[in-house]
């Protein structure tokens, strides 16, 4: 095996690529960065001699196949739906496949033709999901070798702003896909707590965060991701009588975005008509029903939502601009569209920001008759607002783990995500190189 | 013309049955009743000279298609996506079409050909769609008649239980469909309100209803319907600057059901796991999300819904069991499935319980340069479980437009619904013999 190739060259593939052709020129492999814009592609490999940037429509199957096929492994940074396209090209082909994406029902189903074709299609390769499947997996792992009986595992992730570049009222600031965080818990959050199914409805969620301890961080806030309960049997936790998955945020944001919610500015399921010629004060009005004529829009909204006027919510909500009389300016945008919108403008990272990754897991169990606790953590930082920590630990796993492929290292094959040993001790310790590395605390 | 055939027989059908038998005796028509169920059918025709109970299978085309190529009016009250069939018959053998239902996207598509065949299709020929629709656009017309110009319009409905037979503490029974209340208000209402639009949130929705007086019956509350701007155009309404739909119930009953959406006991959008052997306690508790393990449910409950304990709110969550340790027993049932299988023991008609029917148009207007208010009111109790108002407000609309197509009274042709001069003027001039009449009350 010779060649590597990695569709999709934007802002999620900087580190990737820096550590793929280091790694090439290393064991003369050669990188093709394919992407619908070739300059993005050229100005990432840089002139490298052991790689090329080239231009690709990935919607032209001949043109897809026709790169495909001259490549032994390939790297999919496309949008998810994208990845089925490439995924069938690479069983006709007979090469391997790895994405950072959720892997979808459609992937799944192709599991049968991958595996015999003796090939390895690796889905949720990057931070999360990625690198928390691996460290949660080699820690349960261990727990259970030396015969602990597991009672609770709660894992907490957030991409965050580092506290020396912190410098609003919300103490966040967009590392990641902003949409996402905007639409962030939608639906009903499930996890399970001393054997029994909790479900915390949307409009509860960001009112009722737990506060968590970050050894050497602080405290900070935690809400339930929608659904805690998808890894449980892909873990072997099926019987585990707690299992929680959260975001993690800095102190005062939850009840802040709560205000958010409860006003209905994150609603994506219908478009506000005439949204581009009205204020961002007219649409916060259209939100509230009644009206005495004597109070203020902020006096209106501080009374629907039951708190003080000049309380830190109330502040942290001025500071956006929602009462702001500026146009929205956006045509036929939901309230979660014109939110955006407006926290892109605010929540922008500025160039010499860095940005910081906090994950926690939080382990109980009973080890020879004795209760114990475990917390396992990581906080890593990014250096500014392009070599972002995010990009690292979503890139780095993926060519560490592309090397492995390339090495002949990976024994598995069908369609997997990286729980198995072979998979994350490598790549784990590789990554503790690279300054991820998981401190181990005894609660 | 001489024979009408109506489909269904069920529980809304009895008014419509009673009434088209009368008036076929009257005119020497002739009516067939078919159903899914014979018997039933049958015994609303009750051996009348000028009917017959009949079996169908609608689902079988070739009987369809047979027993309406032998009628000349079709009147269905299948479930609403089944009309769709009935309707492709009825064009093909040149049938007129009558149903309760709201007209779907489906059934508009269907207008010309309606047309070219000189058929009418009428659709909303019942209540609330259809006396709704009537009423409103009588007096609309008549306002605008005397040059008044219309600055508010707001049209409140509600399907109670007579005060006479309210005995229990939330003053609601089922009169209706129970899946529709469970689901009632589910997405954002959207109203107008002095020229801008309005969006409230469903979270919001029953704790921001309003109080509104129906004249000789007092205060009730009433909350607005997800979209009010549904017939601004049909109703000629565009320009109004304020357009509401609301729902009516009795006082105390938003702030009570508000309890059961807060908690989460409405959400239809995912099951329970193992629902058939939890209680109602532990459903109840799978939605709390703190607990310091010294508070009963209830009081984590209160202390979730911040209210008192012993509040009028927790009484009525009291009365209906939500906090009983009695076994749920549905399988796989959504929050809403569990909380609706409950109410319907709760909220059931007693055999000699009267239903009421309020129904409220409220006008602001100028006219002759002064400010004026019109309120118009309809109040109408049924006489027992079986004889309900319900069923006549929806069965007598349909059976006098029947009439009216029978005896040749409508010109218009095409996919219709009431809001024509020449339909709805004779359809509330009779109805006012069964005791339907709109009182108004200038405020």
Redesign the interface.
Known sequence: MKNILIIGAGRSATALIKYTLSQAEKHNWFVTVADADPEVAERKVNGHTHGRGTWLDVMKPNDRRDIIERNDVVVSLLPAHLHIKVAKDCIKYKKHLVTASYISRDMYRLGEQVKSAELIFMGEMGLDPGIDHMSAMQTINELREKGAELQAFRSYAGGLIAPECDNNPWHYKFTWNPRNVVLAGQ??A?YIESG??????Y??LFS?Y?TIDIPGMGEYEAYPNRSSLLYRTTYGLDKIPSLLRGTIRCKGFCEAWNALV?I?LT?D??P???SKKLTYH?LV???L??NDGNSTLKERVAD?LKIEKNSEVMKKLEWLGIFDRSKIGLSKAT?AQILQHLLEQKWKLEPKDKDMIIMQHEFDYKLNGKQESLVSTMVLKGNDSVDTAMSRLVGLPLGIFVKLIMLGKIKATGVNIPVMEEVYTPVLKELEDYGVVFKETKK
């Open positions: 639906g009903t499930q029994h199914y909790k479900h915390i409805p409009h509860r009722e737990e409860q209905g609603d399921t219908y506000i008509i005439g007219q009005d259209g939100y029903r009644r629907m309230p």
